[in-house]
């Protein structure tokens, strides 16, 4: 079972940057399939990925946060974050830690992310 805890969102200005982070229980990486990454949901919206990282440290993004948005991640703490610049009110949304591990799919609690004047 792995646990995954997300923070860092918040209220930020159209053209800001926010950093979110998430904490995994174990290192996910421990597995070769291993993998890790953010999605997130606008109200009314459907759930989508935003940004994936694996164990092979290739990375893919959406194309709507390319150029905006960095995953990175220090393996030695089990963390990941999502490094958020030139933030847009599109990108306002709860913004999900998600991971793969052992063929199983694992969720964080979210953390909201509202991009707003």
């Known amino acids: 079972q792995v646990q995954l805890v997300e923070s860092g969102g918040g209220l930020v200005q159209p053209g800001g940057s926010l950093r979110l982070s998430c904490a995994a229980s174990m290192s996910i990486f421990s597995s070769s399939t291993g993998a890790i990454g953010w999605y997130r949901q606008a109200p009314g919206k459907q759930r989508e990925l935003v940004a994936t990282?694996?164990?092979?440290?290739?990375?893919n993004y959406a194309d709507s946060v390319k150029g905006r948005f960095t995953i990175s991640r220090d393996a030695a703490r089990n963390k990941v974050y999502l490094q958020m610049n030139s933030l847009k009110p599109d990108d306002t949304a709860v913004y999900y830690c998600?991971?793969?591990?052992?063929?199983?799919?694992?969720w964080g609690k979210g953390t909201l992310v509202t991009v707003s004047s």
């Open positions: 998600h991971a793969r591990y052992a063929g199983m799919e694992y």
């Open positions: 990282t694996n164990y092979g440290w290739s990375t």
